[in-house]
């Protein structure tokens, strides 16, 4: 097979096909610390992509508490586990971080490396078991001692969070590499991966190599069907949008206002042009705030996460790579950009291509893990894509007394 670069991992791979990249690439930063599990973004999905007849077991976006929850059932542990029967343990990170391998260097088996013989990548079929209860376990916390004992960051000793999940349109897709009637691609404009459901056959190969399980089998078509990225607001075709670029609907339904979704634009080689005046270019290269979705399996997922400050550091290195320990810091003590940027998660529909930070003054010195933290009431001003001023937040949220003619009204 052809070998492409993988910054993610720091080295080259093996992938079905040459990389071809897209001029811009649809991604996305989520903020796990902020998440309320109230599936908000679950039901927006649900609602305007999956509610027919077939489609009652998709949940193309869904919300998922880790250690125990996944849908469907156990799909990150079973494809861990078959990825160390290929090498067994040989899945090590190594190396000193650089712009081109900002984790180090992957050492072990991606999906793609670990298949055997005839396979594109190590993968499963879940069973019809595994699909149901997409809430299995929710809320369950890993319980090692009496709660009565307290917890304290930096972790926490009992602890579970919620994992929010999407088709991450990866930049070597695994559903794409498996696909015998090659029915799935990836679009040129922004790098959102879609299946044709003129050439689908239902195969199901995209179910059984996709590591995370985001292409779902349709029985009453026979086809299988994903997330779309909800590429009519991305595009600009969605008539609310009058012609411009949105974000998805799971991004703009989120009242804890998690997620921040744009498009990024990408070099020939495949990563990310340099733009740090791009939102999710500037948390995810310059401030490495957040990470991917178990980089090791070698999709370079598209879909990066702020990891939970209380969880066990080992169990979010497995999830995120050996950036956990950095990112968190970072985002404990966020730099004063830092600071004005988090303040642009969910503020606008429109997608933010760049930002500028207006300096404010200086409003409060806190203390975090025995040290000041200064905090200015900055102004972060988000623009779109050809420059037009779309939001204007400040670092200081404002606050607002209802009035007592109001006290008791919704």
Known sequence: MPSVYNWQLGREM?????????????????????????????????????FSEGQEYMWWNNVETKPYGGYPQHWDVKTL??????????????????????????GGSTIFE?????????????TDEEWTSPNIHEDSPVATTALSEGVSLPEHQTWFF????ICNHCTYPACLAACPRNAIYKREEDGIVLIDQDRCRGYRKC????????????????????????????????????????????????????????????????????????????LVREEQLALPLYPQFGTAPNVYYIPPRWVPRPYLRQMFGPGVDDAIAAYERPSRRAQAVL???????????????????????????GRPLEIFDDTVVGYGRD????????????????????????
């Open 81 to 106: 586990e078959l990825i160390e029967q290929a090498k067994p343990g040989g899945q090590t990170w190594g190396g000193n971080p650089a712009s081109d391998a900002p984790y180090g260097t992957y």
């Open 207 to 282: 179910v059984e190599q996709c590591p995370y399980k985001k292409p779902m089998y349709r029985a009453d078509t026979r086809t299988s069907e994903k997330c779309i990225g909800c590429y009519p607001r991305v595009e600009g075709s969605d008539p609310l949008t009058e012609g411009l670029p949105m974000e998805t609907r799971c991004m703009a339904s989120c009242p804890g206002q998690i997620r921040l979704q744009g498009l990024v634009r990408v070099d020939e080689d495949g990563t990310w042009a340099e733009d740090p005046d791009n939102p999710l270019y500037y």
């Open 162 to 165: 919620y994992l929010q999940r």
């Open 387 to 410: 420059g037009e001023e779309i939001v204007r937040v400040n670092v200081r949220e404002p606050q607002y007394e209802r009035p007592i003619q109001y006290l008791n009204t919704i």
């Open 114 to 126: 670990a298949a055997s013989l005839g396979n594109v990548a190590v993968g499963y079929l879940p």
């Open 343 to 369: 303040q642009l998660f969910r503020v606008s529909q429109s997608i933010i291509f760049s930002f500028e930070v207006i300096d404010g003054p200086k409003i409060a010195e806190i203390n975090v893990g």
């Open 14 to 50: 093996t992938y079905r096909f040459d990389h071809a990249a897209p001029q811009w690439q649809f991604a996305a930063v989520f903020n796990i610390n902020r998440c309320l599990a109230c599936q908000t973004c679950t039901m927006a999905c649900k609602s305007t992509w999956t």
